[in-house]
């Protein structure tokens, strides 16, 4: 096991998804321990390793967010109540990831370090967490996965969530994406398509397009529409962002609640859509395996295209849950530096390269996935614009060690940094904080007074990288 690997992970969520929902649906929590080996064989999981005698041409590329899903709101990875078939078959088909991380803990600042590869602070409009105006984004001369795949070839396309700038300045077809037709802001109304100060906000392209049917439908048909297209020429690039689960908490033909929201944005009501007087468990449990759905239709879409064998498929959150989510047993949710609002659900398909049932216990977080697909594609980064992530590729095709560096994390008033499985973490009171993962995801058990040259030297790498990054405007 390599100084990276986190067996808790492996206790809590290494494959034994039956035992361990039978457990919290009793009460009990987490599973005694038991032989990681064991537990994945029951689930059909192995150790991953690289399948490196495959080859194939360069990939179609799928790459799926959910908005605001939690760690554990995938019954492959624990939850006791939340049925997501597709998605658990997506990860039997190729590699579960238990130690992945998004890029910050809140949407847009993640979606900023997934478009371009780089910490959220490179840039200004990583600064805000999240975008809430039209002051700042993401900068049409940055480059971006988009950009860059274009420039190799590619064709590229972005459906469902930007949330990294508004018109007229900032666009996905202003920074690298051929065809865009989604939303530009962090939130809106599921059928009305309002967001918080009551503009309309569904554009195909820089125009508005009127389409007031459930949204998660609307981008569902788009995306199916577009990777089961006969003719597209060249290899393709679809950033699918789906806004579900996050709030308002509206299933389908929840028209009722949907109205009166409306009706409270259109009475000048800016926290409508926070929607903090609505939801339950129930209903998230209908958001959680809608989204599931949606992403299976997609998927056979792709299936019939019949270019499933060379599309890599990557699955994940923008941060972590939010009030409703099953984050069991992380700490924190959404917001926070603490797993629960850091750690996300993350599964990669690739049929031609890599084989079904693995498991992977290997820290990565989004930047990683921004140089992974940019090497699959056969190209790099721009070198005025060095990345932050580091590529998958080696790793995933080729059976390389992965690479030991540290995962760094920054929001206002918290900071955190992983190394191996030892986590530094300092939260809104200020205090530094030293958590060893591999016993303690939950982070309960302060090791800084007993390890303080550890903490020290944790803490003297944060301030390293912070000195390099944009100071958060005063």
Not at 341 to 351: C, F, H, K, Q, T
Not at 423 to 440: E, H, P, V, W
Request: aromatic share 10%.
């Amino acid at each position: 096991m390599s100084s990276n690997e986190s067996p808790l992970s492996r206790r809590a969520f290494g494959g034994a998804v039956g035992v361990t929902a039978a457990a919290a649906a009793v009460g009990l929590g987490a599973p005694p321990a038991q032989a990681a080996e064991e537990r994945h064989a029951a689930a059909g999981e192995r150790e991953f390793r690289a399948a490196r005698d495959r080859r194939s041409r360069r990939p179609n590329i799928l790459f799926i967010l959910g908005d605001d899903l939690g760690w554990a709101d995938l019954s492959s990875y624990g939850s006791p109540h939340i049925k997501t078939p597709n998605l658990d078959r997506l990860a039997r088909q190729g590699v579960r990831f238990t130690d992945a991380y998004s890029g910050s803990a809140t949407c847009s600042p993640t979606r900023f370090s997934l478009y371009t590869g780089r910490y959220p602070a490179r840039t200004r409009g990583g600064l805000a967490e999240p975008i809430a105006d039209r002051s700042v984004g993401l900068e049409p001369t940055h480059p971006t996965l988009a950009s860059l795949l274009k420039e190799a070839g590619y064709s590229t396309a972005l459906i469902g969530k930007w949330h990294a700038g508004h018109l007229p300045d900032y666009s996905p077809t202003k920074s690298g994406w051929d065809e865009f037709f989604g939303n530009f802001g962090g939130a809106l109304e599921y059928y009305s398509k309002l967001g918080p100060g009551g503009e309309y906000d569904l554009y195909e392209g820089d125009t508005a397009y009127e389409d007031l049917r459930y949204y998660t439908r609307i981008i569902t048909e788009r995306a199916s529409e577009f990777v089961g297209r006969e003719h597209h020429g060249k290899p393709w690039l679809l950033n699918l962002n789906y806004t579900t689960p996050h709030w308002p908490w509206i299933a389908e033909g929840d028209t009722e609640e949907s109205a009166e929201i409306v009706r409270r944005i259109e009475a000048g009501d800016g926290r409508a859509l926070w929607h903090q007087d609505g939801g339950s468990v129930e209903k998230y449990r209908q958001l959680v395996e809608d989204l599931d759905r949606s992403v299976g239709e997609v998927l056979k879409a792709l299936k019939r295209s019949g270019q499933e064998d060379d599309t890599l498929v990557v699955f994940s959150s923008d941060n972590g849950g939010e009030r409703f989510s099953y984050n069991w047993p992380l700490s924190g949710n959404k917001a926070s530096l603490q797993e629960g609002g850091i750690r996300v659900p993350n599964i990669a398909r690739w049929p031609a390269r890599l084989e079904g049932g693995q498991v992977s216990h290997v820290p990565v977080f989004s930047p990683d996935w921004t140089a992974t697909l940019l090497e699959v594609a056969g190209t790099r980064p721009h070198r005025a614009y060095p990345l932050d992530g580091v590529s998958l590729a080696g790793y995933l095709l080729r059976g390389e060690k992965p690479a030991q560096r540290d995962l760094f994390w920054r929001v206002r008033g918290e900071r955190a940094l992983r190394r191996g499985d030892w986590k530094y973490y300092r939260g809104r009171a200020g205090r530094d904080q030293l958590f060893n993962l591999a016993g303690d995801v939950r982070e309960q058990a302060d090791k800084a007074a007993v390890e303080p040259v550890r903490l020290a030297e944790l803490r003297a790498a944060w301030e390293k990288t912070d000195a390099g990054l944009l100071p958060y405007p005063v």
